[in-house]
């Protein structure tokens, strides 16, 4: 049997330029054992990646402030742990930087996300007047509550499984992923991935993006 899986999405299932490659879908789909997306996305995110995968709904959504599994939604993190922050961004120079709609953050509980060209120095300023932290995915400045992380919340989601934490498998990119990867029994880095999550990873692949997450289902299997 293979390990169950954990996997991260923007830049490890992704191609480079944050399109899905099919085959990774495939990878999912075939996959024999549960499978876990978790990912810094809200929670419909992963949830809608899962059905087109047509793998079960198990995923860790916010960096670990919810997961969802065997029809159970679990809260991680403070669901209004971000408002002060926010209240402070709307009297900033500067906003979240989405748009009218901010899809980006519409269905976001636990903590909020600001475009990566805003200011670094002044997002954590304005975050740590109100205790929070502020992660940089390669994508976005996640501003959430220390406690809530991708390794925690698959803590739950094992335990809800029946599994050990230690029996998953996990592949990730960026420094989000650094605790998922350190619960892991197993862990896999792509090629892309910043240096925080090279050196949490028991291996760094070669391969890149999608193709990195499918060298490392392979290795896998090859363990298994």
Not at 75 to 99: H, K, Q, V
Not at 138 to 153: D, L, M, Q, T
Not at 199 to 223: K, M, P, Q, T
Request: hydrophobic share 45%; with cysteine.
């Amino acid at each position: 049997m293979v390990a169950p899986l954990a996997v991260d999405i923007d830049g490890t299932l992704s191609r480079a330029d944050r399109s899905i490659d099919g085959r990774v879908l495939d990878a999912l789909r075939e996959w024999d054992a549960p499978v876990v997306v978790a990912t810094g996305k809200a929670l419909p995110y992963p949830v809608a990646l899962c059905q087109f995968a047509g793998v079960e709904e198990r995923v860790i959504a916010e960096n670990g402030g919810v997961a969802y599994v065997d029809d159970e939604l679990f809260y991680l993190g403070d669901d209004g742990a971000a408002d002060g922050f926010r209240e402070s961004l709307a009297n900033a120079d500067f906003d979240a930087g989405w748009g009218d709609a901010d899809l980006v953050n519409r269905w976001r509980e636990t903590e909020l996300a600001v475009r990566r060209d805003r200011p670094l120095a002044a997002v954590r300023e304005l975050a740590s007047e109100h205790d929070l932290s502020v992660v940089d995915t390669g994508f976005a400045y996640h501003v959430k509550a220390a406690e809530p992380s991708k390794g925690a919340a698959l803590r739950t989601v094992a335990d809800e499984l029946g599994v050990e934490p230690g029996e998953f498998a996990a592949v990730g990119d960026s420094a989000n992923d650094v605790e998922l990867l350190e619960v892991a029994g197993e862990s896999y880095a792509v090629a892309n991935a910043d240096e925080h999550a090279k050196a949490a990873a028991d291996v760094v692949l070669e391969a890149s993006h999608g193709d990195g997450f499918l060298a490392a289902v392979d290795r896998i299997r090859d363990g298994a």
